[in-house]
Protein backbone atom coordinates (compact mmCIF):
# COMPACT_ATOMS: atom_id res chain seq x y z
CA UNK A 1 0.00 0.00 0.00
CA UNK A 2 1.23 3.81 -0.60
CA UNK A 3 -0.99 6.61 1.23
CA UNK A 4 -1.64 9.46 -0.58
CA UNK A 5 0.83 11.26 1.84
CA UNK A 6 3.47 10.44 -0.72
CA UNK A 7 1.29 11.11 -3.77
CA UNK A 8 0.80 14.58 -2.36
CA UNK A 9 4.09 15.74 -1.83
CA UNK A 10 4.43 19.64 -3.39
CA UNK A 11 6.80 20.03 -6.28
CA UNK A 12 7.88 23.20 -4.62
CA UNK A 13 7.62 22.80 -0.95
CA UNK A 14 9.46 18.99 0.10
CA UNK A 15 7.43 19.24 3.65
CA UNK A 16 4.50 16.16 2.91
CA UNK A 17 1.37 17.34 3.51
CA UNK A 18 -1.59 14.21 4.76
CA UNK A 19 -4.52 15.56 3.12
CA UNK A 20 -6.15 12.03 4.31
CA UNK A 21 -5.30 8.58 5.29
CA UNK A 22 -7.01 6.61 2.61
CA UNK A 23 -4.69 3.84 0.77
CA UNK A 24 -3.85 3.75 -3.14
CA UNK A 25 -6.23 0.87 -3.66
CA UNK A 26 -9.55 3.17 -1.78
CA UNK A 27 -7.51 5.86 -4.32
CA UNK A 28 -7.78 3.51 -7.44
CA UNK A 29 -11.04 2.67 -6.80
CA UNK A 30 -12.64 5.98 -7.53
CA UNK A 31 -9.89 7.33 -9.77
CA UNK A 32 -12.18 9.33 -11.54
CA UNK A 33 -12.93 11.65 -8.42
CA UNK A 34 -9.49 11.29 -7.04
CA UNK A 35 -7.40 12.34 -10.28
CA UNK A 36 -7.33 15.68 -9.14
CA UNK A 37 -5.47 14.85 -6.26
CA UNK A 38 -3.11 11.75 -7.56
CA UNK A 39 -2.52 14.70 -10.24
CA UNK A 40 -1.63 18.09 -7.83
CA UNK A 41 2.25 17.82 -8.13
CA UNK A 42 2.50 18.14 -11.54
CA UNK A 43 0.32 20.73 -12.12
CA UNK A 44 1.36 22.96 -8.93
CA UNK A 45 4.43 23.41 -10.00
CA UNK A 46 3.33 25.09 -13.18
CA UNK A 47 2.40 28.20 -9.95
CA UNK A 48 6.40 29.26 -10.59
CA UNK A 49 5.81 30.14 -14.09
CA UNK A 50 4.56 33.93 -13.19
CA UNK A 51 7.24 34.21 -10.03
CA UNK A 52 9.82 36.68 -10.20
CA UNK A 53 13.11 35.53 -12.78
CA UNK A 54 10.48 33.26 -14.09
CA UNK A 55 8.87 31.88 -17.57
CA UNK A 56 6.90 34.75 -17.56
CA UNK A 57 10.17 37.19 -17.76
CA UNK A 58 11.47 34.93 -20.55
CA UNK A 59 8.46 35.18 -22.31
CA UNK A 60 8.20 39.36 -21.92
CA UNK A 61 10.77 40.78 -21.01
CA UNK A 62 13.46 41.40 -23.76
CA UNK A 63 10.85 42.39 -26.00
CA UNK A 64 8.67 45.60 -27.08
CA UNK A 65 6.35 45.51 -24.25
CA UNK A 66 7.56 45.49 -21.03
CA UNK A 67 10.80 46.73 -18.98
CA UNK A 68 12.23 46.99 -16.03
CA UNK A 69 13.98 50.13 -15.28
CA UNK A 70 16.05 50.81 -12.50
CA UNK A 71 14.59 53.18 -10.08
CA UNK A 72 15.92 57.02 -9.58
CA UNK A 73 16.79 55.43 -5.90
CA UNK A 74 18.94 52.67 -7.27
CA UNK A 75 15.59 49.80 -6.77
CA UNK A 76 15.79 47.34 -9.55
CA UNK A 77 19.59 47.66 -10.18
CA UNK A 78 20.39 44.25 -9.08
CA UNK A 79 23.70 44.26 -10.61
CA UNK A 80 21.92 44.66 -14.10
CA UNK A 81 20.16 41.67 -14.72
CA UNK A 82 17.22 43.37 -15.74
CA UNK A 83 18.97 45.98 -17.84
CA UNK A 84 20.97 43.09 -19.66
CA UNK A 85 17.46 41.65 -20.70
CA UNK A 86 16.47 44.67 -22.09
CA UNK A 87 19.50 45.36 -24.16
CA UNK A 88 19.77 41.63 -24.99
CA UNK A 89 23.26 41.25 -23.56
CA UNK A 90 22.61 39.09 -21.05
CA UNK A 91 24.91 36.96 -19.55
CA UNK A 92 25.27 32.73 -19.25
CA UNK A 93 25.59 33.70 -15.42
CA UNK A 94 22.60 35.92 -15.01
CA UNK A 95 20.06 33.96 -12.79
CA UNK A 96 16.82 34.17 -14.92
CA UNK A 97 18.09 31.37 -16.70
CA UNK A 98 19.34 29.19 -13.45
CA UNK A 99 15.87 29.60 -11.86
CA UNK A 100 13.62 29.09 -15.41
CA UNK A 101 16.02 25.96 -16.10
CA UNK A 102 15.34 24.56 -12.78
CA UNK A 103 12.05 24.77 -12.31
CA UNK A 104 11.16 23.63 -15.39
CA UNK A 105 13.13 20.47 -15.30
CA UNK A 106 11.93 19.95 -11.21
CA UNK A 107 8.28 20.02 -13.30
CA UNK A 108 9.32 16.90 -15.67
CA UNK A 109 11.79 15.01 -13.67
CA UNK A 110 10.73 15.14 -10.12
CA UNK A 111 6.84 15.80 -10.69
CA UNK A 112 5.70 14.48 -14.16
CA UNK A 113 8.23 11.51 -13.96
CA UNK A 114 7.87 11.02 -10.45
CA UNK A 115 4.55 10.88 -10.21
CA UNK A 116 4.12 8.17 -13.12
CA UNK A 117 6.94 6.68 -11.44
CA UNK A 118 5.18 6.03 -8.17
CA UNK A 119 1.96 5.32 -9.96
CA UNK A 120 3.62 2.62 -11.43
CA UNK A 121 4.95 0.97 -8.94
CA UNK A 122 1.98 1.09 -7.05
CA UNK A 123 0.98 -1.97 -8.31
CA UNK A 124 -1.80 -0.58 -9.57
CA UNK A 125 -2.91 -1.05 -13.62
CA UNK A 126 -3.44 2.85 -14.29
CA UNK A 127 -6.19 3.21 -16.65
CA UNK A 128 -5.03 5.52 -20.05
CA UNK A 129 -6.02 8.80 -19.57
CA UNK A 130 -4.16 9.23 -16.37
CA UNK A 131 -1.00 7.98 -17.98
CA UNK A 132 -1.68 10.65 -20.83
CA UNK A 133 -2.34 13.58 -18.41
CA UNK A 134 0.74 12.93 -17.00
CA UNK A 135 2.74 12.84 -20.23
CA UNK A 136 1.24 15.78 -22.15
CA UNK A 137 1.56 18.11 -18.46
CA UNK A 138 5.33 17.01 -19.22
CA UNK A 139 5.21 17.91 -22.95
CA UNK A 140 4.21 21.51 -21.73
CA UNK A 141 6.85 21.87 -19.35
CA UNK A 142 9.12 20.74 -22.51
CA UNK A 143 7.09 23.46 -24.75
CA UNK A 144 9.14 26.24 -22.42
CA UNK A 145 12.25 24.62 -22.64
CA UNK A 146 11.84 24.09 -26.43
CA UNK A 147 11.09 27.50 -26.78
CA UNK A 148 13.68 29.19 -24.43
CA UNK A 149 16.81 26.83 -24.83
CA UNK A 150 16.30 24.34 -27.77
CA UNK A 151 19.29 22.43 -27.03
CA UNK A 152 18.38 20.09 -24.26
CA UNK A 153 17.92 16.48 -22.71
CA UNK A 154 15.12 14.21 -22.92
CA UNK A 155 14.07 12.32 -19.66
CA UNK A 156 11.78 10.45 -19.49
CA UNK A 157 12.57 8.21 -16.25
CA UNK A 158 12.43 9.15 -12.82
CA UNK A 159 14.92 6.08 -11.80
CA UNK A 160 18.46 6.91 -13.39
CA UNK A 161 21.36 5.27 -12.60
CA UNK A 162 24.46 6.11 -10.04
CA UNK A 163 26.39 9.44 -11.39
CA UNK A 164 24.12 9.71 -14.35
CA UNK A 165 24.18 12.60 -16.42
CA UNK A 166 21.92 13.57 -19.02
CA UNK A 167 23.41 14.56 -22.66
CA UNK A 168 21.85 17.68 -24.76
CA UNK A 169 20.13 16.87 -27.43
CA UNK A 170 19.45 19.11 -30.42
CA UNK A 171 16.26 21.20 -31.03
CA UNK A 172 15.09 19.12 -33.43
CA UNK A 173 14.83 16.00 -31.37
CA UNK A 174 13.55 18.14 -28.38
CA UNK A 175 10.70 18.59 -31.27
CA UNK A 176 10.05 16.00 -32.19
CA UNK A 177 10.10 14.28 -28.74
CA UNK A 178 7.52 16.95 -27.86
CA UNK A 179 5.44 16.50 -30.89
CA UNK A 180 5.30 12.95 -30.75
CA UNK A 181 4.32 12.95 -26.25
CA UNK A 182 1.30 15.48 -27.39
CA UNK A 183 0.10 13.28 -30.60
CA UNK A 184 0.39 9.82 -28.51
CA UNK A 185 -1.24 11.16 -25.68
CA UNK A 186 -4.12 14.04 -26.41
CA UNK A 187 -7.18 11.97 -28.12
CA UNK A 188 -6.93 9.71 -24.92
CA UNK A 189 -7.44 12.60 -22.75
CA UNK A 190 -11.15 13.66 -21.98
CA UNK A 191 -13.47 15.98 -24.48
CA UNK A 192 -15.30 17.85 -21.28
CA UNK A 193 -14.39 20.95 -20.14
CA UNK A 194 -11.83 20.81 -17.23
CA UNK A 195 -10.69 23.84 -15.47
CA UNK A 196 -7.07 24.15 -14.49
CA UNK A 197 -6.39 20.24 -15.77
CA UNK A 198 -5.50 19.29 -19.69
CA UNK A 199 -8.32 17.71 -21.76
CA UNK A 200 -8.42 16.91 -25.53
CA UNK A 201 -8.27 20.41 -26.61
CA UNK A 202 -6.11 22.60 -24.39
CA UNK A 203 -3.47 19.26 -25.45
CA UNK A 204 -4.20 20.04 -29.27
CA UNK A 205 -4.22 24.02 -28.21
CA UNK A 206 -0.59 23.61 -27.36
CA UNK A 207 0.42 21.47 -30.27
CA UNK A 208 -1.05 23.79 -32.57
CA UNK A 209 1.64 26.44 -31.17
CA UNK A 210 4.34 24.15 -31.42
CA UNK A 211 3.27 23.98 -35.15
CA UNK A 212 3.16 27.78 -35.32
CA UNK A 213 6.37 28.41 -34.01
CA UNK A 214 8.35 25.43 -35.72
CA UNK A 215 9.23 27.19 -38.54
CA UNK A 216 10.97 30.06 -36.57
CA UNK A 217 12.51 27.27 -34.42
CA UNK A 218 13.78 25.04 -36.82
CA UNK A 219 13.66 26.68 -40.43
CA UNK A 220 11.52 27.57 -43.02
CA UNK A 221 10.89 23.87 -44.38
CA UNK A 222 8.63 23.56 -41.47
CA UNK A 223 6.63 26.27 -42.97
CA UNK A 224 3.95 23.33 -43.94
CA UNK A 225 3.22 23.08 -39.86
CA UNK A 226 1.24 25.96 -40.22
CA UNK A 227 -1.38 22.99 -42.48
CA UNK A 228 -1.26 21.01 -39.21
CA UNK A 229 -2.06 24.09 -37.10
CA UNK A 230 -5.06 25.07 -38.91
CA UNK A 231 -6.63 21.46 -38.69
CA UNK A 232 -5.73 21.59 -34.70
CA UNK A 233 -7.83 24.63 -34.43
CA UNK A 234 -10.59 24.25 -36.49
CA UNK A 235 -10.58 21.14 -34.19
CA UNK A 236 -10.86 23.28 -31.62
CA UNK A 237 -13.41 25.87 -32.67
CA UNK A 238 -15.57 23.25 -34.03
CA UNK A 239 -15.48 20.92 -30.92
CA UNK A 240 -18.53 23.50 -29.67
CA UNK A 241 -16.84 23.57 -26.20
CA UNK A 242 -15.65 27.17 -26.27
CA UNK A 243 -16.79 30.39 -27.22
CA UNK A 244 -15.40 34.03 -26.99
CA UNK A 245 -16.26 35.63 -23.63
CA UNK A 246 -18.38 39.08 -24.84
CA UNK A 247 -16.42 41.02 -22.38
CA UNK A 248 -12.35 40.90 -22.83
CA UNK A 249 -11.46 42.15 -19.33
CA UNK A 250 -14.07 39.36 -18.13
CA UNK A 251 -10.95 36.30 -19.69
CA UNK A 252 -9.12 38.25 -16.54
CA UNK A 253 -11.52 38.99 -13.81
CA UNK A 254 -11.48 37.34 -10.62
CA UNK A 255 -14.40 35.18 -11.88
CA UNK A 256 -12.58 34.00 -15.10
CA UNK A 257 -14.09 30.36 -13.83
CA UNK A 258 -16.86 31.00 -15.42
CA UNK A 259 -15.59 33.15 -18.79
CA UNK A 260 -16.24 30.47 -21.72
CA UNK A 261 -13.27 31.22 -23.47
CA UNK A 262 -10.51 29.75 -21.04
CA UNK A 263 -9.46 26.82 -22.13
CA UNK A 264 -6.97 26.01 -19.83
CA UNK A 265 -6.07 28.22 -16.64
CA UNK A 266 -3.85 27.92 -13.72
CA UNK A 267 -5.47 28.49 -10.55
CA UNK A 268 -4.36 30.88 -7.58
CA UNK A 269 -5.76 30.84 -4.26
CA UNK A 270 -5.40 33.38 -1.67
CA UNK A 271 -6.40 30.38 0.97
CA UNK A 272 -6.06 27.09 -0.37
CA UNK A 273 -3.00 27.51 -2.69
CA UNK A 274 -0.35 29.20 -0.70
CA UNK A 275 1.37 26.48 0.89
CA UNK A 276 4.98 26.91 -0.31
CA UNK A 277 3.53 28.54 -3.60
CA UNK A 278 4.53 32.47 -5.21
CA UNK A 279 2.54 34.85 -5.84
CA UNK A 280 1.52 36.21 -9.28
CA UNK A 281 4.49 38.77 -9.45
CA UNK A 282 3.56 40.03 -12.42
CA UNK A 283 0.25 40.96 -12.11
CA UNK A 284 0.76 42.60 -8.61
CA UNK A 285 3.52 42.57 -6.46
CA UNK A 286 6.50 43.38 -9.71
CA UNK A 287 4.17 45.97 -11.30
CA UNK A 288 2.41 47.60 -8.52
CA UNK A 289 4.15 51.14 -7.04
CA UNK A 290 4.31 50.50 -3.11
CA UNK A 291 1.59 53.40 -2.22
CA UNK A 292 -1.06 51.31 -4.74
CA UNK A 293 -2.21 49.09 -1.54
CA UNK A 294 -4.25 52.30 -0.98
CA UNK A 295 -5.67 52.11 -4.47
CA UNK A 296 -7.19 48.25 -3.40
CA UNK A 297 -7.54 48.80 0.33
CA UNK A 298 -4.66 46.38 -0.11
CA UNK A 299 -2.48 44.29 2.79
CA UNK A 300 0.89 44.13 0.54
CA UNK A 301 2.09 46.49 -1.37
CA UNK A 302 4.26 46.48 -5.06
CA UNK A 303 7.81 47.01 -5.91
CA UNK A 304 7.37 49.35 -8.28
CA UNK A 305 9.54 47.58 -11.16
CA UNK A 306 7.73 46.12 -14.01
CA UNK A 307 6.35 48.57 -16.95
CA UNK A 308 4.87 48.95 -19.88
CA UNK A 309 7.32 50.02 -22.91
CA UNK A 310 6.23 53.96 -23.61
CA UNK A 311 6.74 52.94 -27.22
CA UNK A 312 4.92 49.79 -27.34
CA UNK A 313 2.01 51.35 -25.66
CA UNK A 314 2.50 54.47 -28.31
CA UNK A 315 2.47 52.01 -31.06
CA UNK A 316 0.36 49.28 -30.41
CA UNK A 317 -2.68 50.76 -29.59
CA UNK A 318 -5.48 53.31 -31.05
CA UNK A 319 -5.42 55.98 -28.54
CA UNK A 320 -3.79 59.10 -27.86
CA UNK A 321 -2.29 60.74 -25.30
CA UNK A 322 -1.16 64.47 -24.34
CA UNK A 323 2.15 64.94 -25.11
CA UNK A 324 3.02 66.99 -22.21
CA UNK A 325 1.17 65.20 -19.60
CA UNK A 326 1.84 62.15 -21.52
CA UNK A 327 -1.70 61.27 -20.20
CA UNK A 328 -4.54 59.12 -22.21
CA UNK A 329 -6.61 61.96 -23.64
CA UNK A 330 -9.08 59.29 -25.74
CA UNK A 331 -9.13 55.85 -26.97
CA UNK A 332 -10.97 53.51 -29.00
CA UNK A 333 -10.05 50.59 -28.41
CA UNK A 334 -11.16 49.12 -24.74
CA UNK A 335 -8.64 46.69 -24.25
CA UNK A 336 -6.13 49.64 -23.86
CA UNK A 337 -7.59 50.60 -20.65
CA UNK A 338 -8.06 46.75 -19.94
CA UNK A 339 -4.66 46.16 -19.83
CA UNK A 340 -2.58 49.28 -18.15
CA UNK A 341 -2.99 50.62 -15.17
CA UNK A 342 -2.53 54.34 -15.92
CA UNK A 343 -3.52 57.86 -15.02
CA UNK A 344 -4.61 59.42 -11.51
CA UNK A 345 -5.12 57.25 -8.57
CA UNK A 346 -7.51 57.35 -5.81
CA UNK A 347 -7.71 55.90 -2.46
CA UNK A 348 -10.12 52.93 -2.39
CA UNK A 349 -11.67 54.19 1.07
CA UNK A 350 -11.52 58.03 1.43
CA UNK A 351 -11.95 58.48 -3.03
CA UNK A 352 -9.70 61.12 -2.59
CA UNK A 353 -6.49 61.34 -4.83
CA UNK A 354 -3.08 59.86 -3.80
CA UNK A 355 -0.66 61.63 -3.04
CA UNK A 356 3.20 60.47 -2.22
CA UNK A 357 5.98 63.07 -0.72
CA UNK A 358 9.29 63.55 -2.64
CA UNK A 359 12.09 65.52 -2.27
CA UNK A 360 9.51 67.47 0.47
CA UNK A 361 6.72 67.90 -2.03
CA UNK A 362 3.27 65.86 -2.67
CA UNK A 363 3.02 64.59 -5.63
CA UNK A 364 0.31 63.37 -7.56
CA UNK A 365 0.12 59.01 -7.72
CA UNK A 366 -0.24 59.24 -11.89
CA UNK A 367 0.74 56.63 -14.03
CA UNK A 368 2.22 58.13 -17.33
CA UNK A 369 3.38 56.58 -20.46
CA UNK A 370 6.53 57.89 -20.06
CA UNK A 371 9.92 56.84 -18.52
CA UNK A 372 13.03 59.15 -18.27
CA UNK A 373 15.22 56.53 -18.68
CA UNK A 374 15.86 53.10 -18.62
CA UNK A 375 18.15 53.58 -15.83
CA UNK A 376 16.54 56.22 -13.76
CA UNK A 377 12.76 56.27 -13.97
CA UNK A 378 11.09 58.12 -11.62
CA UNK A 379 8.39 56.79 -9.08
CA UNK A 380 5.00 56.67 -11.23
CA UNK A 381 5.99 56.70 -14.74
CA UNK A 382 5.09 54.23 -17.22
CA UNK A 383 2.03 52.27 -17.33
CA UNK A 384 2.03 49.35 -14.95
CA UNK A 385 0.55 45.56 -15.99
CA UNK A 386 -3.39 45.88 -15.21
CA UNK A 387 -4.69 43.02 -17.18
CA UNK A 388 -5.69 41.06 -14.52
CA UNK A 389 -8.42 41.95 -11.68
CA UNK A 390 -7.00 42.95 -8.33
CA UNK A 391 -8.73 42.14 -5.36
CA UNK A 392 -10.03 44.43 -2.98
CA UNK A 393 -8.51 44.14 0.00
CA UNK A 394 -5.33 42.19 -1.69
CA UNK A 395 -3.02 40.19 0.23
CA UNK A 396 0.54 38.78 -0.14
CA UNK A 397 -1.04 35.60 -1.64
CA UNK A 398 -3.07 35.92 -5.16
CA UNK A 399 -6.77 35.32 -5.87
CA UNK A 400 -6.60 35.43 -9.68
CA UNK A 401 -6.26 32.85 -12.34
CA UNK A 402 -3.71 32.98 -14.83
CA UNK A 403 -5.67 32.04 -18.08
CA UNK A 404 -2.68 30.02 -20.39
CA UNK A 405 -5.13 29.23 -23.25
CA UNK A 406 -8.14 30.81 -24.46
CA UNK A 407 -10.35 30.96 -27.77
CA UNK A 408 -9.03 33.96 -28.96
CA UNK A 409 -5.51 32.15 -28.98
CA UNK A 410 -6.90 29.38 -30.95
CA UNK A 411 -8.96 31.39 -33.31
CA UNK A 412 -5.99 34.12 -33.70
CA UNK A 413 -3.34 31.23 -34.63
CA UNK A 414 -6.06 30.00 -38.01
CA UNK A 415 -6.19 33.77 -38.85
CA UNK A 416 -2.20 33.86 -39.37
CA UNK A 417 -2.45 30.04 -41.24
CA UNK A 418 -5.16 31.71 -43.31
CA UNK A 419 -2.79 35.47 -43.90
CA UNK A 420 0.53 33.28 -44.44
CA UNK A 421 -1.54 31.22 -47.05
CA UNK A 422 -2.96 33.86 -48.89
CA UNK A 423 -6.27 33.81 -47.63
CA UNK A 424 -6.28 37.23 -46.05
CA UNK A 425 -10.23 37.98 -46.46
CA UNK A 426 -10.44 34.71 -43.95
CA UNK A 427 -7.75 36.07 -41.64
CA UNK A 428 -9.44 39.62 -41.26
CA UNK A 429 -13.25 38.21 -40.68
CA UNK A 430 -11.49 36.36 -37.64
CA UNK A 431 -10.12 39.51 -36.50
CA UNK A 432 -12.43 41.47 -36.61
CA UNK A 433 -15.00 38.87 -34.83
CA UNK A 434 -12.68 39.26 -31.71
CA UNK A 435 -12.21 43.10 -32.06
CA UNK A 436 -15.41 43.66 -32.49
CA UNK A 437 -16.31 43.07 -28.49
CA UNK A 438 -13.19 45.92 -27.25
CA UNK A 439 -14.83 48.93 -29.92
CA UNK A 440 -17.82 50.47 -29.47
CA UNK A 441 -20.42 49.49 -32.06
CA UNK A 442 -21.43 53.53 -33.27
CA UNK A 443 -17.45 53.75 -34.13
CA UNK A 444 -16.62 53.93 -37.79
CA UNK A 445 -16.26 50.77 -39.55
CA UNK A 446 -12.76 52.00 -40.26
CA UNK A 447 -12.14 52.02 -36.52
CA UNK A 448 -13.78 48.85 -35.62
CA UNK A 449 -12.20 46.59 -38.31
CA UNK A 450 -9.07 46.03 -39.58
CA UNK A 451 -9.07 44.72 -43.58
CA UNK A 452 -7.44 42.44 -45.50
CA UNK A 453 -5.34 44.57 -47.43
CA UNK A 454 -4.06 45.92 -43.82
CA UNK A 455 -3.54 42.73 -42.63
CA UNK A 456 -1.26 41.33 -45.24
CA UNK A 457 0.48 44.54 -46.20
CA UNK A 458 3.87 45.42 -45.00
CA UNK A 459 4.36 47.82 -42.39
CA UNK A 460 7.01 49.36 -40.24
CA UNK A 461 7.14 47.92 -36.79
CA UNK A 462 9.61 48.60 -34.36
CA UNK A 463 11.40 50.64 -37.46
CA UNK A 464 11.95 47.65 -39.72
CA UNK A 465 9.84 46.48 -42.50
CA UNK A 466 7.90 43.49 -41.61
CA UNK A 467 5.31 41.56 -43.69
CA UNK A 468 1.82 41.32 -42.09
CA UNK A 469 2.64 43.70 -39.36
CA UNK A 470 -0.04 44.90 -38.85
CA UNK A 471 -1.62 41.15 -37.15
CA UNK A 472 1.60 41.39 -35.08
CA UNK A 473 0.46 43.97 -33.60
CA UNK A 474 -3.41 43.17 -33.09
CA UNK A 475 -1.56 40.30 -31.88
CA UNK A 476 0.32 42.95 -29.33
CA UNK A 477 -3.16 44.82 -28.75
CA UNK A 478 -5.15 41.03 -28.23
CA UNK A 479 -2.31 39.22 -26.01
CA UNK A 480 -0.03 41.92 -24.07
CA UNK A 481 0.89 40.73 -21.02
CA UNK A 482 0.26 37.18 -21.71
CA UNK A 483 3.53 35.61 -22.27
CA UNK A 484 3.88 35.87 -26.04
CA UNK A 485 5.46 38.17 -27.33
CA UNK A 486 9.25 36.85 -27.69
CA UNK A 487 7.56 34.23 -29.76
CA UNK A 488 5.62 36.39 -31.25
CA UNK A 489 8.26 38.87 -32.74
CA UNK A 490 10.40 35.64 -33.72
CA UNK A 491 7.80 35.10 -36.12
CA UNK A 492 7.28 37.89 -37.87
CA UNK A 493 10.49 38.95 -39.71
CA UNK A 494 13.00 38.58 -36.43
CA UNK A 495 11.65 41.97 -35.10
CA UNK A 496 13.10 40.34 -32.00
CA UNK A 497 16.81 40.82 -32.85
CA UNK A 498 16.52 43.81 -35.81
CA UNK A 499 14.40 46.04 -34.25
CA UNK A 500 14.46 49.07 -31.88
CA UNK A 501 11.94 50.54 -28.87
CA UNK A 502 12.43 52.46 -26.22
CA UNK A 503 15.56 51.75 -24.18
CA UNK A 504 16.66 48.90 -26.84
CA UNK A 505 18.94 49.05 -29.90
CA UNK A 506 19.16 46.07 -32.24
CA UNK A 507 21.42 43.53 -31.78
CA UNK A 508 21.10 41.85 -34.74
CA UNK A 509 22.80 38.84 -33.01
CA UNK A 510 20.54 36.16 -34.28
CA UNK A 511 22.01 33.33 -31.71
CA UNK A 512 20.06 34.86 -29.36
CA UNK A 513 17.07 33.40 -30.26
CA UNK A 514 17.88 31.13 -27.83
CA UNK A 515 18.93 31.47 -24.41
CA UNK A 516 22.10 30.42 -23.48
CA UNK A 517 22.09 26.90 -21.06
CA UNK A 518 22.77 28.11 -17.83
CA UNK A 519 26.86 28.49 -16.81
CA UNK A 520 26.32 26.75 -13.23
CA UNK A 521 24.49 23.59 -15.11
CA UNK A 522 27.17 22.76 -17.22
CA UNK A 523 29.23 23.31 -14.36
CA UNK A 524 27.35 20.36 -12.48
CA UNK A 525 26.75 18.12 -16.22
CA UNK A 526 29.32 18.53 -18.26
CA UNK A 527 27.77 16.39 -20.92
CA UNK A 528 25.37 19.86 -21.43
CA UNK A 529 26.52 21.82 -24.69
CA UNK A 530 26.15 25.49 -25.04
CA UNK A 531 23.93 27.00 -27.42
CA UNK A 532 26.28 28.77 -30.30
CA UNK A 533 27.06 31.90 -30.00
CA UNK A 534 27.68 32.27 -26.35
CA UNK A 535 31.23 31.36 -24.29
CA UNK A 536 31.87 27.76 -24.29
Not at 396 to 418: F, G, I, N, P
Amino acid sequence: MISLLVLLVSCTDLEPRVYSNITMEQLMADADQNSGYMLSPIYGQMRWFFEDRSVWDLHELGTDAWVVPINTDGGWNDNGIWQRLNKHEWNTTDPHFEEVWNHLWYGITSCCNRVLYQLETAGVELDEATIAEIKVVRAHYYYHLLSFFGNVPIENSFIVPDNYLPETRTRKEVYDFVVSEIRSNMDKLTEEKTYSRFNKWAAKHMLAKIYLNAESWLGPEYASKRDSTLILCNEIINSGKYELDMSFSHVFSLDNTSSPEVIFSIPYDETTATDGHPILHCIYAKTMHWNGKGVYDAASAGYNGLRANPSYVADTFDAEEDPVTHNCISYNDRRYVDTYLMGPQVDYVTKEPLFLMISNKNIPYNHVNFISSPTAADEFEGYRYGKYEIKIGQKWETDQDWVMYRLSETMMMKAECLLRNGDAQGAADIVNEIRSRSFDASLPKEVRELTADQLSAVKQVNGIPVQYGEFLQELGREFCGEGMRREQMLRFGDVYVKGSWWGHSPSNETYRHLYPIPESERISNPKLKQNDGYPL
